[in-house]
């Protein structure tokens, strides 16, 4: 994709992965390997978490740290995740889940 917002989404998400297996999985990771939560629920995750990633790069309330600063990389995961949350509420009191 040659949108640079996505460039830095994957490159985010490949970051999270890599250093916080146990708090993040991407929305591919969630629906092709994880066995623990069925599909239906993997994919509204992983929709929720790519619109979170998505809406905070575009609103300027993240971006990528720099490739050696890990520990720069939690904050912006936690954002993820309560933003991610978030979503989910939404879609839930909306009746969309």
Do not use: C, H, W
Request: net charge negative.
């Amino acid at each position: 994709v040659a949108n640079p917002i996505f460039q830095e989404k994957r490159k985010l998400e490949m970051a999270f992965e890599k250093n916080f297996p146990d708090d993040y999985s991407s929305k591919y990771s969630l629906v092709t390997f994880n066995e623990d939560i069925g599909y239906r629920e993997a994919m509204l995750r992983g929709r929720a978490q790519d619109k979170a990633i998505l809406n905070l790069l575009s609103d300027g309330e993240i971006e990528l740290p720099l490739p050696d600063q890990k520990v720069g990389l939690r904050p912006i995961l936690e954002k993820v995740i309560k933003e991610t949350e978030a979503i989910l509420e939404d879609d839930r009191v909306a009746g969309l889940k």
